[in-house]
């Protein structure tokens, strides 16, 4: 009878501790920099080259692909998942933003998309080395990876690109030179 109470015991604690163990942990993606030079000569209409520009990205670690193939997956990034602070001021994302993996041979890409400041249609890639993210971080079963150290990022394999149509403010895309951790 005493056995049994303590088998009881021993399957409730087990039972109760699963849903806290599994609980997701939520990965950040900071990026710190120089934004510059303009790449494709576009209008600047932010003065964003040469300027310093910080962000983070977070993400759940069991978030789930929108859309994969074997190489690459693309994640949603709910409203408040994106900050930056450029010499505009600082951004919140108050709509969806979309997170792009991409694993190749030869190197990885971490990319981000979505509504930026002031109306603003904004991207932002970077270039990593090959074997920053496994396998596991793409396809249809794939979730997001953490990077565990500081990674240099340079113009012009990682830039930001952004466009303003309210104002007629064509693409411009400026290269980012910093690190991402």
């Known amino acids: 009878m005493h056995v049994r109470r303590i088998q009881l015991f ?5 039972l109760g501790l ?9 990965y ?3 990026l710190t920099g120089t934004l510059g030079p303009n790449l494709n000569n576009g209008p600047d209409c932010l003065k964003g080259n040469g300027t310093t520009a910080t962000a983070a990205v977070t993400v759940s670690s069991t978030a789930s692909p929108v859309k994969s193939t074997s ?4 994640y949603a990034l709910p409203a ?6 450029l010499n505009i001021g600082s951004f ?10 991409d694993v190749t041979s030869t190197y990885d890409v971490l ?5 930026g400041p002031v109306g603003s249609k904004v991207t932002a890639v970077t270039v990593l080395p ?6 596991g971080a793409v396809g249809s079963t794939g979730h997001p990876q953490n990077i565990t150290k500081s990674i240099p990022l340079k113009s012009p394999s990682s830039w930001l690109e952004y466009s303003i149509s309210a104002i007629n403010c064509a693409a411009t895309k400026l290269g980012f030179t910093g690190t991402i951790n």
């Open 10 to 14: 021993c399957i409730i604690l087990v």
């Open 18 to 26: 699963c849903p806290i163990l599994a609980q997701a942990q939520n």
């Open 28 to 30: 950040t993606y900071s």
């Open 71 to 74: 190489a690459s997956a693309i």
């Open 80 to 85: 408040g998942s994106v900050t930056a602070s």
């Open 92 to 101: 919140t994302n108050t709509s969806t933003w979309y997170m792009v993996v």
């Open 111 to 115: 990319a981000f998309a979505g509504a």
């Open 130 to 135: 090959p074997g920053t993210f496994t396998s």
